[in-house]
């Protein structure tokens, strides 16, 4: 180090010295600056770029080395040999080119740099090396070639560094630290190279003709300006360039920050822009965005997909589901589309980030409604079915035993006509909680109707005594019966509710979950007519039960053929006008001996005996020959339940129907639940397809307490939805029961569907609906089901009868 100090401030002129110092930085930076332009251009004009810089860089370096030369002092004139020295800036000039294309080679960015560290370092000594050999004078020049290996290590160490710093030179103040990890690398090759040399003078004169001292320094002055004047233009440039990229950037940010997506820029997995919605989403701010990777944005279990979407180069995809992780843990869902752009001169990758939480929250809420009662929020009739499966398959693999219970509000119509409306949900949601509270985490407690529950818990031999599961049923059927006896007040009124059970157990009493539920509630009815408030465990002998189920079904096939079935009619209300448009129709039953059959009592025998078929056709075409005689503007409503909805004739028998009455096809409409879409997908497109070939209307009925999602909706063609009842009635109790109408409604609508509210039985509810933007209701409050020449005409929106008249049950409609 000492030798390379004396060599220094001992043989140089300062004054050149430092002109020649400041020659090579302003080079240094030249040549980052015009690198800068080619990390941002396409690959073509990047290659110009770096052509420019690699020859600014190569004048600069050879005005250094023959300024040094001219102010190194040997103490005796000198020439140079022209060949060489034109050689010296064509070697560095090359290069330096070499070394800069180096760093665009598809490697890790650990091995080009290296590698174009150690090319510049080696094209540095080699043209210090050509330079000293083109000069001449009196006497003999030594090299001590361990010093100028120190020089070639310094040089690679030095420019390694500098091309590992150099992955951003959009920064000025990256560039302006990598010019001096640069120029360090010149200077230090130079002068250590330098002080490798020792000159003893003699009478040795040049054996060629050169450059002497004055046309050297013209030759020297002539590059040191073209520097300047590179650097000049270079300055120029970079400020009209960065002029326009401040004015595409802020057009580019102006339409950024209108969009409500989050929208980010990457190249190469760098983010280069993001706006305040992207921001906003990540929950930080654009500064801490910009140069971050795009992978890192994502969750562990979503950047393979986020990888994948990277892979396509950006051409369009399908839109990726993924999550995002934000600093504070918390993942959010987002919709990830990826575009490719051309960014500031360079192929660059678009993003669009749409936050899903929102639609999620929805969808969540959309399936939470369709497996939950929404009164007492538990475990509707589907998700039952769902647990219950997967219970019984336990059970079968640890050969324990499961119990079903049935249990039955006693007497729950007259503490409905006692309590009111009101009242009797809140003594349903008291109830179900005073039974969960009896239940262990692993049993499961469903609401399955009005006043019904499914229990279902699996037990767990016990000592090996014979009838012990038995037992425990026994006990948990008696803890539940006196949880449910102490008294319920509420209004002023108290009441002791009480209720009947029905066991059955599996594989014991039913080999399948069918028939454990028909065994269970076979015990059902026989603990009712026994004695009400006590449970019954099922016997064999019940099966009489089924004796007396085979002589309604001969009477309910005779009833067909005897012309004891009617229609009686329920009208469906414009909510905006309210005007009659049309009519739903629902099925009654007049037994010569038994008098009024209520529908709960063969409406689900003929489904089960396959008898729904000829009365639901029945159906159709009696009220299609009703509905001929109404006014044109009015449509009949007709259920199909799902066994005649999978008769591969339905759509025959409608159009039939049509033209035997003479009723348009648009003023027909079949209603269906979910069952039947979720029973045979294929069969119902098809069918669905068909009738709405027709013209003929398609409703989904008791829309939310079945297999109610957005698939479905999407999936099959329907025209219309009808909001339960069980959604209508605790409108004005609580703010839940509106979000969940209002979220019904507006799904509807978004999907070009009209939507019917039923049960509407008060004129608080009605006014609810209506401000809530519905299309249609339907209740008692606006007209009870009746044989049409027995209705009264209805003109508008209000109620039928007296005001104080507790409306009735409806009778349970067809499907």
Known sequence: ?????????????????????????????????????????????????????????????????????????????????????????????????????????DVPRAVTSMLGGSVLALSIAAMHEVGVAAM???????????????????????????????????????????????????????????????????????????????????????????VLAATLAAALMEQHLHNRTTLELKRLRLLGSISREGMIIHQDGLILEVNEAGAALLDTSEEAMLGRRFLDLFSAGSRSAAEAQMGHGGEPQVPAKLEVQLQSGRLVPVEVACRAIDFLGRPATAVALVDQSER?????????????????????????QERLTQMLSD?????????????????????????????????????????????RNSDILARIGGDEFIIACALRPQAGLGGEDARQAGALAGRLLESLVRPFAHDGLTITPGASIGIAL?????????????????????????????????????DQLLLDRVVLEHELRAALANHELELHYQPLVSCSSGAIEGYEALIRWHHPRRGMVMPIDFIPLAEQTGLIVPIGEWAIRTACIEASKWPARQSIAVNVSPLQFRQSNLPEMVAEALLESGLPADRLEIEITEGVLISDTSDAILTLSALRAQGVRVSLDDFGTGYSSLSYLSSFAVDKIKIDRSFVRPLGQSEGAGLLVRTIIELGHHLGLTVVAEGVETPQQLAMIQGKGCDQVQGYLLGRPDRMEARPAVTGASPRGRADRKPELEATRVA
Not at 407 to 423: E, I, M, T, V, Y
């Open 1 to 105: 180090m000492m030798r390379v100090i004396g060599c220094i401030a001992g043989q140089h002129d300062p004054r050149l010295l430092l002109l020649a110092a400041c020659i090579c930085m302003l080079a240094c930076f030249t040549t980052l600056t015009l690198a800068s332009r080619a990390q941002r251009a396409r690959p073509a004009t990047a290659v110009v770029w770096l052509a420019a810089a690699a020859a600014i860089f190569g004048c600069g370096v050879w005005s250094l080395h023959f300024i040094a030369m001219l102010a190194w002092l040997p103490g005796a004139d000198s020439v140079y040999r022209l060949g060489l020295t034109l050689a010296s800036i064509l070697v560095i000039s090359f290069g330096t080119l070499l070394a800069l294309l180096c760093t665009r080679l």
């Open 395 to 439: 059970c079968d693999a640890q050969q324990d035993q499961v119990a079903l219970l049935h249990l039955d509000l006693d007497r729950f119509k007259a503490c409905n006509d006692l309590l009111g409306d009101q009242g009797a949900d809140l003594l349903l949601a008291e109830l179900s909680r005073r039974l969960a509270g009896e239940l």
């Open 360 to 384: 999620r929250r929805d969808a969540e809420t959309i399936r939470r409604m369709a497996q939950h009662d929404a009164l007492t929020g538990l475990p509707n009739r589907l998700l039952l």
């Open 136 to 226: 001449e004078f009196p006497g003999v020049v030594t090299v001590d070639r361990r010093q100028l290996a120190g020089a070639l290590l310094c040089g690679v160490v030095l420019g390694c560094i500098a091309f590992a710093r150099a992955g951003q030179l959009q920064q000025l103040r990256r560039r302006v630290e990598v010019t001096a990890w640069l120029g360090a690398c010149v200077l230090g090759v130079h002068f250590i190279g330098m002080s490798a040399l020792s000159v003893t003078l003699g009478p040795v004169t040049p054996a060629h003709p050169g450059l002497g001292y004055a046309l050297l320094a013209i030759a020297v002055g002539t590059a040191s300006l073209a």
């Open 506 to 542: 599996y594989p014991g009493d039913a080999s399948s979950q069918a028939t454990l539920l028909r065994a269970a509630g076979t015990a059902l009815h026989q603990a009712k007519q026994e004695r009400r408030g006590s449970f019954r465990f099922f016997e064999p002998a019940m």
